[in-house]
T-cell receptor, first 112, second 115 residues
Framework: DADVTQTPRNRITKTGKRIMLECSQT?????MYWYRQDPGLGLRLIYY???????NKGEISDGYSVSRQAQAKFSLSLESAIPNQTALYFC???????????FGQGTRLTVV | GNSVTQMEGPVTLSEEAFLTINCTYT??????LFWYVQYPGEGLQLLLK?????DKGSNKGFEATYRKETTSFHLEKGSVQVSDSAVYFC??????????????FGEGTQLTVNP
């Protein structure tokens, strides 16, 4: 089983719909992240959480919200999806001792 | 703010060719530097890292040296294989985070190796 699991892997949704992307991990890490990948733009940080009670905005948090339900679970929501949120989304965890990050396989989201 | 700039891709090489992917960075502190690799349909995996100036990270035949004087962390491999075809990302840590979390990524470089 993967250490970091994202669901769904692919999703097509309509403009204005609410959608949630889920992430769960078995690494036992406190630190979790949501990134967005667009062609030619690398990965950009949306939100991050250093423990269950800690939520922080990244560089592109507008239009997104998150919930840290437990140490192992970190979900990303789009309250009202718009087409420019079409992208590949990655959840990641990191080991605070080494800085090494572990990524899920990604969720490809298309907003039509 | 922090930033990472990678050479533009895509890069296409023949098997056994020498590979260099350039990476330069801007940071206010003393970051850790990373190379991550993304194989088709997968998430990113750590390829190698260096935590201080003049450190050399290496893994699977790939190497990169942390050059503080030129703010660079170029990725090299002496002889690429078809299985190296992937997207490569240079990244740096947030200098305010001693653990190296909160990575800032470059744009990614698509490498294709032909037999």
């Amino acid at each position: 089983d993967a250490d970091v699991t994202q669901t769904p892997r692919n999703r097509i949704t309509k403009t204005g719909k609410r959608i949630m992307l889920e992430c769960s991990q078995t690494k036992g890490h406190d630190r979790m992240y949501w990134y967005r990948q667009d062609p030619g733009l690398g990965l950009r940080l949306i939100y991050y959480s250093f423990d269950v009670k800690d939520i922080n905005k990244g560089e592109i948090s507008d239009g997104y919200s998150v919930s840290r339900q437990a140490q192992a679970k970190f979900s990303l929501s789009l309250e009202s999806a718009i087409p420019n949120q079409t992208a590949l989304y990655f959840c990641a965890t990191s080991d605070f001792r080494t800085g090494r990050a572990f990524f899920g396989q990604g969720t490809r989201l298309t907003v039509v | 703010g922090n930033s990472v700039t990678q050479m533009e891709g895509p890069v296409t090489l023949s098997e056994e060719a020498f590979l260099t992917i350039n990476c330069t960075y801007t940071a206010t502190g003393y970051p850790s530097l990373f190379w991550y690799v993304q194989y088709p349909g997968e998430g990113l995996q750590l390829l190698l890292k260096a935590t201080k100036a003049d450190d050399k990270g290496s893994n699977k035949g790939f190497e990169a040296t942390y050059r503080k004087e030129t703010t660079s962390f170029h990725l090299e491999k002496g002889s690429v294989q078809v299985s190296d075809s992937a997207v490569y990302f240079c990244a740096l840590s947030d200098p305010q985070e001693t653990s190296g979390s909160r990575l800032t990524f470059g744009e990614g470089t698509q490498l294709t190796v032909n037999p």
